[in-house]
């Protein structure tokens, strides 16, 4: 104590520090009780592919209304669930109310062909992770190749033998894996074809750098890295007309972005579909 008086800018950090702790903990709480009193949910991006217009998936994304009705991005709070153990329950919540949604969406026409549903790393290292999966998908009702697990690169790349051991098993229930946010990692490529992934995910970023006239195109590089690895690849961030079209002629199949369609409530979205005729 004395001795951090004695040094100003200690003092002054500590004090810092207790504040940021202690706003992290209020917004812990109210998320707990968020989580409690189902103020969170879930919204659903399309993805299409490029070439036909074809409606072929979904992305399901967390939402939290907040008391005062302002929406915090799931950036915000993901980590923090994270941190404190929520996004356990947090996730299985996830993981079964996307697939009771498509399960129903699978009883209409004009169903895409899977549903994506992302999965933090803390999820995915529990024990019981695939018999949540799998009790998701026998409560629904949805077949397994219906559900596809976003998993971001940072999480598979690790190659320890959990890991690995994991995703056997998920690909043994017949689920399928597409890497999250591809680029933005550290993905060793010789460890990549190895992977018993089905799909690569083309970070938005790279897909903004389309509009800057120099540099090289990272997209079109992960594009053909997929083709090679024999991995789909989807481009997630499409703006505009601009971007389907380049990545169109770069050879990528498919694509989810704004220009394309809005993350939408599940009415919306069943209007959305219904539009496409
Ligand atoms: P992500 O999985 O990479 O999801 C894509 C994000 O890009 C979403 O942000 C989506 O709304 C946004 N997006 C889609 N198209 C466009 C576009 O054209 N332009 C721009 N600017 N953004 C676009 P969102 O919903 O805020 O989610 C952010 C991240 O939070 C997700 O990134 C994912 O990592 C995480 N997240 C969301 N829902 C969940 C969840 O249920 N569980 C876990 N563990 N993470 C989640
Ligand atoms: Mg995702
Ligand atoms: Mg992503
Ligand atoms: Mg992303």
Redesign the pocket.
């Known amino acids: 104590r004395s001795k951090s008086t004695q040094r100003g800018s200690y003092t002054v950090f500590t004090r810092q520090m207790g504040t940021e702790i202690r706003e992290r903990a209020t917004l812990m709480q109210h998320l707990h009780k968020a989580f409690d009193a189902e103020r969170l949910f879930l919204m659903y991006?399309p993805q299409i592919d490029l070439n036909t217009g074809q409606f072929t998936g979904l992305?399901?994304?967390?939402r939290w209304r907040s008391d005062n009705g302002t929406m915090i991005?799931?950036?915000e709070f993901?980590p923090l669930a994270e941190y404190s153990g929520l996004?356990v329950s947090l996730?299985a919540w996830?993981m079964r109310t996307a697939c009771f949604f498509m399960a129903q969406l699978k009883k209409q026409q004009r169903a895409p062909k899977r549903m994506g549903v992302?999965?933090?790393a803390v999820q995915f290292r529990q024990d019981d992770f695939v018999a949540t999966v799998r009790k998701a998908l026998r409560d629904s009702g949805l077949e397994p190749a219906c559900l596809e697990l976003?998993i971001t690169e940072s999480v598979t790349m690790t190659g320890s033998a959990l890991f690995e051991q994991r995703l056997a098993e998920l690909k043994q229930l017949g689920v399928s894996i597409a890497i999250?946010?591809f680029g933005t990692g550290f993905s060793s490529l010789s460890y990549l074809d190895k992977l018993p992934a089905d799909r690569l995910k083309i970070d938005?970023a790279f897909v903004t750098q389309i509009d800057s006239a120099a540099g090289p195109r990272i997209a079109e590089l992960i594009i053909q890295l997929g083709k090679k690895l024999n991995l789909a690849v989807i481009a997630?961030?499409?703006?505009s007309q601009k971007h389907w079209d380049y990545l169109r002629a770069a050879g990528c199949q498919e694509g989810?972005?704004?220009?394309i369609g809005m993350?939408m409530l599940e009415t919306d979205l069943m209007q959305w579909i219904a539009s496409r005729g």
């Open positions: 991006q992305e399901a994304l967390i991005p799931p950036v993901i996004i996730g996830v992302n999965v933090s976003e999250d946010d938005r997630e961030g499409i703006e989810q972005g704004y220009f993350p």
